[in-house]
């Protein structure tokens, strides 16, 4: 048994050869992956690689905005436990803390808000564009349309060096993004569009802007007004996820923000990331009755089903929002009457809980389990899901793109490859191939 040392390095032998190399080990469990490279049989060698398929056991970057235990079940924006800001704080208030790494003070906020208030137009041109798309396009692929179109109205996005230049875009991209998801939902009703409103609330005015009629005022209700704001806070970020590494990835390129945000929202689309909203409201709807449960359970288990809104790469606990979602859906429920899905929900996650075939492999619901339910209830079509993620998560993929841009150990992201293709070969003139 190695006696415990105190050197801060790793001893790597290589039987190949016999040699051994030091490695440092740097802040906690971390050693530096080109480390490995000095690691040859042949001089000339390229140097040992790490094999990390979709990056399972490796840390991108550097990043102080949010911390997860996925273990514990524990997730902090900027060190704030997130169960307080659900409960206290405001989403732009929160959307500010991911950016600037900070709570604001009050006339901090209020200029936040004002700056926000007044980018909540999108250019008329853009109006246009929301025609163009069929009736029934899905809203996801309208939203990425347009923001990578926003690229377009302001060219000078791409200073992407000049910090003034960057947080300008950033408050264009957070304001103007429940506008396009707004047009998005009126297009596919044959709606008229209806314009920003600059004396309500973000929320209030992203309701307005989805459910007013004639020229009467929409009054949200100001529960369902401060539970779309706490689901907003529950998805405004969640540290390397796909779609932020997306974000980082299309970035690191020196790509503008509103590119690099549409290829961001691209990944989030996908069902097995922020698309499982809208997966599991269609699997809930699909299941149909509590009595159907357990065929469906049995399906699951054959891995002819996936039960959309379980699992998680990182949480091998309860997905702490998935509890503050749970508690909103009640206060929501006491407005809009309770949505009979939630049975089918409940008694998902109790079976779930109990079986050894999701224990053994860690599957408690996450963040998309009970917020499509929510969201059905307030009157959202369920293509509009995955919208609903995009719009507060605006703010994390904006905070992790100005730090990746600001960290001098980032450079143009270029993974390596463990080649697999066939060795060099002489071109065959078609007439002789077979
Ligand atoms: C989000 O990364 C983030 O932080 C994302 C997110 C964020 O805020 O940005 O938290 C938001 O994307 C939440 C996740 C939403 N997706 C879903 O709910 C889709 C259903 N869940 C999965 O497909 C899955 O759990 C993932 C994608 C979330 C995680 O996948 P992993 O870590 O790659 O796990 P895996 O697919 O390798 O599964 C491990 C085992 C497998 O079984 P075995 O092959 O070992 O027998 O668990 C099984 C999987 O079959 N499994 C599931 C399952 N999820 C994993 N089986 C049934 N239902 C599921 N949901």
Redesign the pocket.
Known sequence: MATAGTKNSLSIRDNRTGREYEVPILDGDVINAIDLRQIKVNEDDFGMMSYDP?FSNTASTRSAITYIDGDKGILRYRGYPIEQLAERASHLEVAYLILKGELPTKSQLDSFVEDVTFHTYVHENITEQVKGFRYDAHAMGMVISMVASLSTFYPDAKEVDDAKNRWQQIVRLVAKMPTLAAYTYRHHRGLPLVYPENELSYTANFLSMLFKIGTKEHKPSPVLERALDILFIL?AD??Q????TAMRVIGSSRSDPYSALAGAMAALYG????G?NE??LRMLTRIGSVSNIPKFIEG?KR?E??????????YKAY?PRASIIKRTADEVFEVTGRNPLLDIALELERIALSEDYFIE?N?YP????YSGIIYQSMGFPVEMFPVLFAIP?AAGWLAHWEEMITDKEQRIARPLQVFTGPAVRDFVPISDRR
């Open positions: 979709a998805h969640h540290e996820n796909c779609s932020t069902p097995l990331h922020g499982a997966a599991v699951v891995k089903e996936r039960l959309m809104g379980f699992g998680h790469r990182i997905d492999r599957l996450n963040v998309d389990f998560r």
